[in-house]
């Protein structure tokens, strides 16, 4: 991943980002110091029909394995404003509490949950 060139053949990574056309949730964490939240911003601004968000989050990039109920909340608003198609009724109130709680710990914070409840 760390070798893939996005602007390869292109003009610009830029430009290619600029041909995406379906909608884009990117999600960024301020402490992220492996995708920062800059280059997440910079995703955004560049693909059409991008909506930008943040988690708050004291763990970097492990933010995105550890922080279920603001990823959850993000996509499941996402997922009813932009794919209304694909959203369920329950997806009306988006703070709602959702099907998707983990059941146990774990002590390297992966989901250990059934994600395909989403």
Do not use: C
């Amino acid at each position: 991943m760390d070798m893939h060139d996005l602007g390869f053949g292109r003009e610009s990574y830029i430009s290619a980002l600029k041909q995406v056309r379906q909608p884009a949730l990117v999600v960024g964490i301020e402490s992220d110091g492996l995708f920062t939240i800059n280059e997440q911003y910079e995703l955004a601004e560049h693909i059409p029909k991008a909506q930008m968000a943040t988690i708050d989050s004291p763990d970097g990039h492990d933010g995105f394995l550890l922080e279920f109920s603001q990823l959850n909340r993000l996509i499941r608003s996402f997922v009813r404003d932009q794919l209304p198609e694909y959203a369920s009724t329950e997806d009306a109130d988006v703070n709602a509490p959702s099907e998707f709680v983990p059941q146990k710990s774990s002590v390297f914070g992966e989901a250990e949950v059934d994600v395909m409840q989403w």
